[in-house]
């Protein structure tokens, strides 16, 4: 959790200054270690959540509290930062403790303000583009939707390229909405409009319904953590506790990392079980 999700409007705060961040701003350089000043305000931070993929909010726009002011003895108004910590350590434990769940995870201060932007093309639709200075149109799919940057201008004026694509023989780059046209809807968007999905097999199926958030993290009931063996992944799959498991690198080589996972369609669940299973040579 960041300090900030913490502090509120009247907290006395003291500046601890990393010496690296001394060295490339000027911002501290007349605010020694140790000076204190009173919280004053938080910048307006808004979030976009996009349709994928899904972690924990739902897809739209959301409020939370931004960077934090802090007003100095002598009247100056300065950013805090990660520059800053909270003098009354207590009331700082009591609030974390007051915003964190039974199983010590944060729960969420962020608002959400409503829908997404309106945008002519979606996450996975399937798109002609003609770039600036190429005869040719490519055929690419959208894979990313950048709305911070919907209403930026270069610096001749012409609209900011707000849409990652990629081509279907890999790579991908940014394109102008006015360079791209349709030529098919992908699952993302019939997915939020209620049309029939296709898929080319079950592995692209159960991809999609988790990149959707229609999965849920399980936690391993040895040791009440969201990690697994594989012998207890299988085990926990054998017994229909979970319905699959996804393996991701460890930080810096380290061990693998197994994630547990129940989809919310038990009968969708099931056939990722049994498919699994059946790699393992397994019978379901």
Request: aromatic share 10%; with cysteine.
């Amino acid at each position: 959790m960041t300090l900030t999700e913490l502090l509120q409007i009247g907290d006395e705060v003291v500046f601890k200054v990393d010496p690296e961040r001394r060295a490339w701003t000027e911002t501290y350089k007349d605010i020694p270690d140790g000076t204190k000043g009173i919280v004053c305000g938080f910048d307006d931070a808004i979030i976009y959540r996009s349709r994928v993929p899904v972690f924990v909010h739902q897809p739209g726009v959301y409020h939370r509290k931004g960077a934090v002011s802090v007003l100095l003895r002598n009247g100056r108004v300065v950013p805090g930062d990660w520059s800053i910590e909270m003098v009354d350590k207590d009331q700082e434990e009591r609030r974390d403790a007051a915003m964190r769940d039974e199983h010590g995870v944060l729960r969420t201060t962020q608002v959400r303000l409503g829908d997404l932007p309106e945008t002519k093309f979606w996450e996975q639709d399937k798109v002609r583009v003609r770039f600036p200075h190429d005869d040719s149109k490519h055929e690419m799919v959208v894979s990313r939707i950048d709305y911070y940057c919907m209403h930026k201008r270069r610096n001749d004026g012409s609209p900011w390229p707000f849409y990652d694509v990629r081509f279907v023989e890999g790579g991908q780059t940014s394109a102008e909405e006015l360079w791209i046209e349709l030529i098919e809807r992908g699952n993302v968007w019939k997915y939020y409009n209620n049309q029939p999905l296709s898929f080319a097999d079950l592995k692209e199926e159960a991809e999609f319904f988790q990149l959707v958030g229609q999965t849920e993290e399980m936690r391993n009931p040895k040791n009440n953590l969201y990690s697994w063996t594989k012998n207890e992944v299988i085990d926990a799959i054998n017994n229909g506790t979970v319905h699959g498991f996804s393996v991701s690198s460890g930080f810096l080589g380290s061990s693998l990392h197994i994630s547990a996972h129940r989809f919310k369609d038990d009968a969708l669940g099931k056939r990722v079980a049994k498919a699994t299973l059946e790699g393992f040579g397994i019978a379901a």
